[in-house]
């Protein structure tokens, strides 16, 4: 597919990097960049050989700065919702990808943009960045899972105050707050980025892969189900071949040749 508002590079074989690219606007979200971000995604799925996924935004200021207001300010409630339902289906399509999602967050990510962040599986911020869920001001809620990611990443009390005040915070506060992984110096930012996708992919693909599944489903269960989950993929990881080799591998104390089967 040919991407208008995107860029999607492979900077190396396994390694996706998926750029929102509409600096004019800070990366704003309109509609068709969010289908556009589910075709991407969805592209990524479908390459057995991709290990990991990038994502940022375009130019040296934002990351994202939300959800196109431009684009928002005539919807009625029904459009309202519709648009809310199609961001939270390509965000969602993060999380069902079988392999990470890093978000590099250089700027701004605020409302759809922090959201966007929170889909993925972990953060990198630039000490520029900034998040914030500033829907309040605009006089709605947050529509991309904001109210549900946020609190699930940084507790209740802690995605209230950010939600109702609408505040932003620095890099140094998310990192505090358990929003962010890690903050680099801006230049540091991509290197770190591919950084973390070599190291993701020189572990055991299917080992990788799994982590992946239980941790995002474990999520919506109870811990006695989430721990069976857990077992029943203990159990594939040890039928493939990249167990015996791993695991052969430590015994020969030299770096083990995972082939992803
Ligand atoms: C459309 C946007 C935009 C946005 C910025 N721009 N954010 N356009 N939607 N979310 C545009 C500006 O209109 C401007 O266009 C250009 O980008 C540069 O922005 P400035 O405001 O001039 O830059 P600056 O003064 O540096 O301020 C940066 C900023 C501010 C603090 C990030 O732009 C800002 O507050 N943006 C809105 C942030 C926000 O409220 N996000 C949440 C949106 S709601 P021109 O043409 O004038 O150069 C949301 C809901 C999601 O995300 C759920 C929906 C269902």
């Not at 935004?57 to 990351?63: D, I, M, N, P, T």
Request: contains cysteine; neutral net charge; proline residues 3%.
């Amino acid at each position: 597919m040919a991407y208008v508002n995107i860029l999607l590079e492979q900077p190396e074989p396994s390694i996706y990097l998926l750029t929102v690219n509409r600096p004019k606007s800070l990366n704003a979200l309109n509609a068709e960049t969010l289908d556009e971000i589910a075709a991407a995604v969805a592209e990524v799925g479908k390459d057995s050989g991709a290990r990991a996924l990038l994502v940022t935004g375009a130019g040296e200021k934002a990351f994202v700065a939300g959800a196109d207001i431009s684009q928002m300010q005539d919807f009625d409630s029904a459009q309202a919702q519709a648009f809310s339902e199609r961001g939270n289906r390509a965000f969602r399509a993060f999380e069902l990808l079988p392999v990470p999602a890093v978000a590099l967050v250089n700027g701004y990510a605020l409302g759809g943009g922090c959201e966007l962040a929170m889909a993925c599986d972990w953060i990198v911020a630039s000490e520029r960045a900034q998040f914030g869920q500033p829907e309040v001001n605009l006089g709605v809620v947050a529509g991309f899972g904001g109210t549900q990611r946020l609190t699930r990443l940084v507790g209740r009390a802690m995605a209230m105050d950010l939600l109702v005040t609408g505040r932003l915070i620095k890099a140094d506060e998310a990192l505090r707050i358990g929003l962010v992984n890690q903050v680099v110096a801006p230049e540091l930012l991509r290197d770190k980025g591919l950084e973390i996708a070599r190291m993701i992919a020189s572990k055991g693909p299917v080992a990788v892969r799994l982590t992946k599944q239980i941790v995002q489903r474990g999520q919506d269960l109870d811990l006695a189900n989430a721990c069976q989950q857990e077992a029943y993929a203990f159990g594939l990881t040890c039928a493939t071949a990249d167990q015996k080799e791993g695991m052969k591998a430590f015994l020969e104390k030299r770096p083990a040749r995972f082939t992803g089967r």
